[in-house]
């Protein structure tokens, strides 16, 4: 590699975003597969954990040691306590997959429906892709695991190819629009570029150019429009993130290059109804609406545990449990998109990465509240208050709540300078005002 390279690499994985720096940071991604491609008549699931663990643990706290703590490294870290302590795969686990092999009598031309159900494979040419499937699938989509309220939800209910395509496209235009909205306002608020400016603060004055959209926007209080523009700019980046990717993936396998359980058309939907917000507020928002790719990484643990204390897990305790294990390592898990050295700030990479992990330590409290208030409500309020108002005083608890802990996250993002550079090339909203369509 050319030192001119290595060194834009070196500050970019320092400075901007972690990264990889050490050959021990890619030995646990080698570790964990061979682990469990090795059958149980070799190495029991204690002696598996036993051996393969320290391992891939030793190999990840000597690669943050060298480059810093990275979110996939810690998604590893996490997954390998899952799979290799917390549950036993090779005994639990089965692939499950909607196959089509033959035609129905009934209705020539339509293939039947078949379900395929493959535990740990004993030959281990089937035993490789069986592996590594898991290993991919961090939401467990067609696998059933032992869990009845999982397992009775697979294989997944799927979308046709051009109705995938269909919802895929609104969704990746719908998060352009409001990158370019939210960034475009980002550019008039100091509050985003100002190191200890308040959230509260109030907004600079308007200047004459400025887009009537974002003059009305500033009619609502300080608080709640900064924290409404973190939330829509990490929805919009999450949303485009993931369905970018699933595109060309559908279209190969339209081609016939990719196979149907590899394909995102056939897995359940990123996002939830948002409906599930007005109606359970907080829980709805983060247990049913946002996307659930590091439920099973995180919840676990807390599951493992009420199982072991024999504690029902829809019990008031058990869901208490399950709630401090999901955002307690959500926490930790995000706490890896922080760079060792952030440079030109006086906030340490270390205070930052605690301001990510209170946002979602956040959470826990709220939940609580959210339990509490409904019991009282369900006894003490009487059921002919009208549910437009009910949702309404949802609605309106989850966003104070939000831009009460929201504006945690911006204090590492503004330090780190995520919001200097546009998001989008062209900017709709800037050409329409007349400042020029190229943001880039």
């Known amino acids: 590699m050319p030192s001119d390279v290595a060194q834009s690499y070196e500050h970019l994985t320092h400075h901007v975003v972690p990264g990889p720096n050490s050959i021990s940071y890619f030995i646990p991604f080698l570790l964990l597969p061979t682990a469990l491609l090795i059958p149980p ?10 051996v ?34 917390l549950r036993d795969p090779r005994k639990t686990h089965t692939r499950v997959w909607v196959s089509y092999p033959l035609l129905t009598e009934k209705a020539v031309g339509e293939p039947a429906e078949e379900i395929v159900e493959e535990p740990y494979p004993e030959k281990l040419s089937k035993r490789i892709p069986w592996v590594f499937t898991l290993l991919v699938s961090l939401r467990l989509t067609g696998w059933k695991i032992g869990d009845p309220s999982h397992d009775k939800t697979q294989p997944p209910r799927w979308l046709s190819r051009s109705l995938f395509c269909k919802h895929a496209g609104i969704t990746i235009l719908q998060s352009y629009v409001i990158l370019d909205t939210a960034a475009c306002y980002v550019q008039t608020d100091p509050y985003f570029s100002t190191s200890n ?25 300080p608080r709640l429009l900064r924290s409404s523009v973190l939330a829509g700019q990490t929805y919009a980046m999450v949303t485009g993130m993931f369905f970018l990717p699933t595109l060309p993936a559908v279209g190969f396998n339209a081609l016939g290059l990719l196979p149907d359980e590899w394909s995102p058309h056939t897995w359940p939907v990123f996002f939830g109804n948002f409906s599930s917000v007005w109606q359970r507020g907080l829980r ?24 072991a204390l024999g504690i029902p897990t ?8 399950l709630t401090l294990s999901a955002f307690f390592f959500s926490g930790v898990l995000h706490i890896g998109m922080i760079p060792p050295e952030p440079q030109n700030t006086p906030v340490t990479a270390s ?16 939940f609580g509240i959210e339990i509490v208030v409904s019991k009282v409500v369900a006894r003490f309020v009487p059921h002919i208050v009208d549910w437009s108002m009910t949702k309404a005083c949802i609605v309106a608890w989850a966003a104070a709540w939000l831009s009460l802990t929201l504006p945690l996250l911006t204090v590492p993002f503004r330090e780190i300078g995520y919001w200097n550079k546009y998001p989008v090339p062209v900017s709709p909203l800037q050409g329409l005002s007349g400042q020029g369509w190229v943001a880039w």
């Open 52 to 85: 393969f663990l320290p391992l891939i643990y030793a190999c990840n706290l000597h690669a943050w040691s060298v480059g810093g703590i990275e979110v996939i490294s810690v998604t590893l870290t996490l997954w390998s306590f899952v799979l290799l302590v």
């Open 351 to 366: 205070t930052m990465r605690l301001y990510i992990a209170a946002f979602f330590w956040a959470q826990i409290p709220a």
């Open 314 to 321: 829809a019990s008031t305790l058990g869901f208490a449990l």
């Open 284 to 307: 709805g928002l983060w247990g049913s609406w946002w996307h659930q790719n590091n439920r099973h990484i995180t919840a676990t643990p807390g599951r493992s545990l009420t199982q």
């Open 41 to 50: 008549t070799i190495l029991s699931h204690q002696q598996l954990g036993f």
């Open 197 to 221: 400016m308040s959230v509260d603060a109030p907004f600079p004055p308007p200047y004459p150019e400025m887009p009537t959209l974002l003059v009305i926007l500033r009619l609502l209080p």
